[in-house]
């Protein structure tokens, strides 16, 4: 299969070719997926023929963002997008032996943690309480508990209103009620009650 760069080569100047992205992240699966990649401000006259392009590469890449700006922004800590393929944005992503849904565009998720979970997941051991704050969509509290069911209970704290609704989502499609407690609200304000519920258990 060709790359990205050897498709788009022959529609942009030779004089950009090095500033062609190498690569993007996929989120969801062949069921649905986003890509998701950053272009340079040099190939910005050519950024929907990349977008095309990742569509064309990729069958079941139905919308492509473009990443804009360096850093996550707001309370949130979200990036912001452009839509070169416009599409849906929320998908189901599988990852090892769980999924996480998630719309990328309201709450943050990297695929790229993925080695990071399973690191962490790793080190948990049985009858283990784990307090999660900045839980998110739940992704690693669903890698621990795949890895190792035998946790007595994950704390999950959420401020983001739709990370915390897809946590709840996550929790029932990985089949894991009663195994998370997830508390949406500031994690500095909640990790005091956080430790008393970890003092019950």
Do not use: C
Request: hydrophobic fraction near 40%; aromatic fraction near 8%; glycine fraction near 8%.
């Amino acid at each position: 299969m060709p790359t990205l760069k050897e498709v788009v080569k022959p529609l942009i100047p030779r004089e950009l070719w090095d500033k062609i992205p190498r690569s993007f992240d996929i989120v969801g699966s062949r069921s649905g997926a986003i890509a998701i990649i950053e272009i340079p401000p040099e190939l910005e006259s050519y950024k929907f023929v990349i977008g095309e392009a990742i569509i064309k590469l990729n069958k079941h890449v139905k919308t492509v963002l473009r990443r804009i700006g360096g850093a996550r922004e707001g309370e949130f800590r979200l990036y912001r997008y452009e839509a070169l393929v416009p599409g849906p944005t929320e998908v189901i992503h599988k990852e090892g032996n769980y999924l996480i849904k998630v719309d990328p565009t309201k709450a943050y998720f990297s695929p790229r943690d993925q080695g990071d979970r399973e690191d962490i997941a790793r080190q948990v051991r049985p009858n283990e309480v784990i307090l999660y704050p900045f839980a998110g969509v739940g992704p690693y509290a669903i890698a621990i508990l795949k890895a190792q069911p035998l946790v007595r209970l994950v704390i999950a704290i959420e401020l983001n209103e739709h990370a915390y609704y897809y946590m709840l989502d996550n929790i029932k499609l990985n089949r894991l009620e009663g195994k998370v407690l997830p508390l949406l609200g500031d994690a500095a304000r909640l990790m005091g009650y956080s430790t008393t519920l970890i003092g019950l258990y």
